[in-house]
């Protein structure tokens, strides 16, 4: 045994009315629902083809969706060119904001001229 041992009071049960009953409801429910979306589009030769699969799972049920398709090579060309011009124009942007951070560039000697 130990050199200091554990007294503890001893445990009385409270006493309660035999007539009252307490009702426990159970914690409302949160909720649990997601989406999952995939779309793959590749070039291969003169078509394009585009395949797009969804998921969802909402109150208790799943749904799910899928879809393949060719296209014309001129639509994914179009596409391809419209996102690489909204990701240079977000580019050059954001270093627009970021150069107003940066020191002015040194004035060479036939600028002071």
Request: no cysteine.
């Amino acid at each position: 045994m130990s050199k200091y041992p554990v007294k503890r009071k001893p445990i009385v049960p409270r006493e309660r009315d035999a007539d009252v009953v307490e009702v426990i409801h159970p914690a409302p429910r949160a909720g649990f629902s997601f989406r999952y979306s995939f779309t793959e589009i590749s070039a291969v030769g003169g078509a394009a083809r585009v395949t797009a699969k969804r998921a969802r799972y909402e109150d208790g049920k799943l749904s799910t969706e899928s879809f393949e398709a060719e296209v014309d090579r001129g639509v994914y060309d179009r596409m391809i060119d419209d996102a690489q011009r909204l990701f240079v124009e977000q580019t050059a942007l954001f270093q627009r904001m970021l150069a107003a951070f940066l020191p002015a560039p040194p004035r060479r000697e036939r600028d002071r001229e």
